[in-house]
């Protein structure tokens, strides 16, 4: 494959059988797997080849403000050339012992000698970033802790893939024992673990599916998404690509994002309970997307560009504006306790990482959009460093987004937002509660939508347009009207009722796998899925939204009608 060549994942053409996948549950592979022909682009996780060339090109003539990140670069003291590696066999975060900022500043270390050798060309800093990689992957075992040790397989699987990226083809780099590494220490036993469970164990820990904050998820998606990637690994990918778009917990698009509001706004999950954790979360998500763009797949546009105006909504109330919440409630614990949020957290406000450039010059700068919050703060931050040494937290992003993400207008090429999951057709929506199907009580504009036992009648078959971005209209087949949420409503009890067709966000929706072929359907205006109250078996009972809570009250089967 040519370097820095675009391949699209064709997903449903390949499958790759790769003898040797699965390890023990304890100890390192012998490195006697092996890996199939590449199927990504490379470099392709947050830079292409094209992208090098281009800073290459502008820093070597002085070009602002690529120089001024330049710079930047190399007064990092973790630019250093002249460094040992601290590789260690097993990292603990959290609890007793905890020695993880052996790996992550070590891993800070490989990525920014990595670039300085990749724009520069100096060799003392491709050794340098050479002999960090091969340490690690030759020594590193474990990684353990408390619950921290999913954030540590998350932040830093995505950070060590993306510094072996650059230096994939340097000499004397062995880009197999870091496959390994990456597979049988980072994610099959920790981010594969905890987005989907496996033989290691359950699903987010054992926890409720709404226990973990968005970025926990967010950081082990950026992980799959990256590693199955510098892997040459569709299945890994495509897992991260779709636990964004339909997962479970907290870091998908529309749990993370659960609120549109006026204005070009969408509420951020977090922002409730702090900034700082709330921007975390955003870098995280623009890492996910820029990799998987860098592939071919425009995650940044996935569910109309929500992504942006949750970005748009956290660059603006960190600029010092108000911007409108509503109540924000979820599931904590082992048996999902409720927990409320009902204003926002200003616990960090005014502060940035370096996440904005990436985020800025994807909307702004490759799609021509508006952004004038992500501008404005984007701007106060620039240049963008990297990782400061007396701050632990730091070392949660890359950093560098001056440097690595300025583009000229148009430029960064191209991507296609993947299909939406649901054929268009006439449906019948069988609740799993009780078998009875979603109608209406009439034909009238305002007319309640309700479950009662199927007869066949028109108006319990709906008519399911994609209008892109895995968001749906549903029309119903006897009075022509659309399923819509009354008031546009973020309130728990809201009603589902019919009417004529506005385009608003209450009008559409999104069908969000649930298991074994159900979904909730989830206005994308509030995330509140299609509820029967009570989780009543009684006939005619009008549908409301609520919370999701795993309830079979709230999950319907989609069944193809003539």
């Not at 599916?209 to 510098?230: E, S």
């Not at 799993?432 to 066949?456: E, F, H, N, P, R």
């Not at 749906?472 to 809201?494: C, F, K």
């Amino acid at each position: 494959m040519v370097p820095g060549e675009r391949c699209y994942v064709k997903k449903w053409l390949i499958v790759l059988v790769v003898a040797g996948l699965l390890t023990p549950l304890s100890g390192r592979a012998d490195h006697s797997r092996t890996y199939a022909d590449p199927v990504f682009a490379h470099p392709g996780l947050l830079h292409t080849q094209a992208d090098l060339d281009r800073i290459e090109l502008m820093v070597d003539a002085g070009m602002q403000p690529y120089l001024d990140g330049w710079n930047a670069l190399l007064a990092s003291p973790l630019s250093s050339d002249n460094w040992t590696p601290r590789a260690t066999a097993t990292i603990v975060r959290g609890g007793t012992g905890t020695n993880v900022s052996l790996l992550y500043t070590d891993i800070a270390r490989a990525y920014q000698n990595a670039l300085i050798w990749r724009i520069s060309g100096d060799t003392d800093h491709g050794d340098t970033a050479r002999d960090i990689l091969n340490a690690w992957s030759a020594t590193l075992t474990t990684i353990t802790g408390n619950a921290d040790r999913y954030l540590a397989s998350g932040l830093y699987g995505y950070q060590m893939a993306n510094a072996a990226e650059l230096m994939r083809g340097y000499p004397g780099f062995d880009v197999a024992q870091m496959q390994d590494l990456l597979l049988d220490v980072f994610y099959t036993p920790l981010a594969e673990r905890f987005l989907i469970g496996n033989a290691y164990g359950d699903d987010h820990n054992g926890a409720y599916i709404q226990n973990y904050w968005a970025n926990w998820d967010l950081a082990n998606m950026a992980a799959t998404v990256a590693i199955g990637i510098f892997c040459d690994r569709a299945d890994i990918y495509e897992i991260g690509v779709n636990y964004f778009q339909y997962g479970a917990g907290n870091g998908s698009i529309y749990n993370a994002i659960p609120y549109l509001h006026p204005g070009g706004l969408a509420q951020w999950q977090e922002s409730g309970r702090d900034q700082p954790h709330t921007m975390l979360g955003i870098g995280l998500m623009a890492t996910v997307a820029e990799m998987a763009w860098n592939q071919g797949d425009d995650l940044y546009g996935w569910a109309d560009n929500r992504f942006l105006q949750a970005a748009e909504y956290v660059a603006k109330y960190n600029l010092g504006d108000a911007v409108p919440y509503s109540t924000y409630e979820w599931g904590s614990g082992v048996n999902g306790s409720v927990q409320t949020q009902t204003v926002i957290s200003d616990s960090g406000r005014y502060g940035s990482r370096p996440i904005w450039e990436m985020i800025y010059h994807h909307y702004v700068s490759r799609k021509g959009l508006s952004a004038p919050n992500i501008a404005a703060i984007a701007a106060q931050g620039r240049p963008e460093g990297g990782p400061d040494p007396q701050s632990p937290s730091s070392y949660d992003h890359l950093g560098f987004g001056t440097l690595m993400h300025t583009r000229p207008s148009g430029g960064g090429g191209s991507a296609a937002q993947p299909a939406g999951n649901v054929a268009d057709g006439t449906y019948r929506f069988t609740l799993q509660l009780d078998g009875k199907a979603m109608g209406t009580a009439d034909t009238s504009s305002g007319a309640a939508a309700l479950k009662s036992t199927y007869t066949g009648s028109p108006s319990q078959h709906w008519q399911v347009n994609h209008v892109g971005g895995g968001q749906y209209t549903i029309r119903n087949a006897a009075s022509g009207l659309y399923l819509d949420v009354a008031d546009v409503s973020h309130d728990h009890g809201a009603s589902f009722i019919q009417w004529s067709y506005t385009g608003a966000a209450n009008q559409r929706f999104a069908f969000l796998p649930t298991g074994g072929g159900y979904y909730r359907i989830t206005p994308v205006h509030s995330n509140k899925p299609a509820d029967v109250p009570g989780a009543s078996t009684a006939e005619n009972v009008e549908l409301k939204q609520w919370r999701y809570i795993l309830g079979s009250n709230q999950q319907w089967l989609l069944e193809p009608v003539s």
